[in-house]
């Protein structure tokens, strides 16, 4: 099955301890990307890749890193969190997205406390 | 920039009401269109897309969307909508910027279903 998976799907954490949120694609797409959504503000686009070792920033990049070292994976790290970034996170791939759209993943909700 | 805005926020009908969503765009080109519906707890669903031709097009679930230019709209609607339509549904346009394809996305609509 086509799909794109995110682990964890919950997650709470404290203030500052590093975390990585993992995602997967099986369709062998160019484009990932992770938003974070939030009450009133819709989807934000935090960092995008148009493929592997090729990633930029998005919208609201602060606070977040990301790596493409493999085309399938996508990982969304974020160094020392702070509580604003409790959010929910979603993963997405496609093969341009501004033509085809995202295929997402099922999220990641993220406390930090 | 491309952007998208859902003016309403909530949303509710009876179940077997007709719906129609609204979803204004700006974007300097011709754009791409989408509707997605997210259900609670799930991730985003593709409905349907627009990139070019016939301006009325149809989705799964029911649903059609009709590209008005003039309006600058892409509206979504549903002649009888059903309780499980309960969800959020978020328009967006895809563009290529300088920076590679991007879809921006709205704020959102929540969708209450009375039965």
């Not at chain 1, 990301?66 to 790290?77: A, C, G, H, T």
């Not at chain 2, 149809?58 to 979504?76: D, M, P, T, V, W």
């Amino acid at each position: 099955e086509a799909q794109v998976t995110q682990n964890p799907r919950y997650l709470i954490t404290v203030t500052g301890k590093k975390l990585t949120v993992t995602c997967s694609q099986n369709m062998n797409h160019e484009y990932m990307s992770w938003y974070r959504q939030d009450p009133g503000l819709g989807l934000r686009q935090i960092y995008y890749s148009m493929n592997v070792e090729v990633t930029d920033k998005g919208d609201v990049p602060e606070g977040y890193k990301v790596s493409r070292k493999e085309k399938r994976n996508f990982p969304l790290i974020l160094e020392s969190p702070s509580p604003n970034q409790t959010s929910l996170y979603f993963c997405a791939s496609s093969r341009q997205p501004s033509n085809y759209g995202y295929t997402f993943g099922s999220g990641t909700r993220l406390t930090v406390v | 920039a491309q952007s998208v805005t859902q003016p309403d926020i909530h949303i509710t009908v009876s179940e077997g009401a007709s719906l129609e969503l609204r979803c204004n765009y700006s974007y300097g080109a011709t754009p791409y269109l989408f509707w997605y519906v997210q259900s609670p707890g799930q991730g985003l669903q593709l409905l349907l897309k627009y990139f070019s031709g016939d301006t009325l097009v149809q989705g799964i679930k029911g649903f059609e969307a009709e590209f008005k230019r003039s309006q600058s709209s892409f509206n979504l609607r549903k002649p009888s909508v059903h309780w499980s339509d309960a969800a959020e549904y978020f328009c967006a346009v895809g563009a290529v910027t300088g920076g590679g394809n991007k879809l921006t996305f709205g704020t959102g609509t929540q969708l209450k279903v009375e039965l």
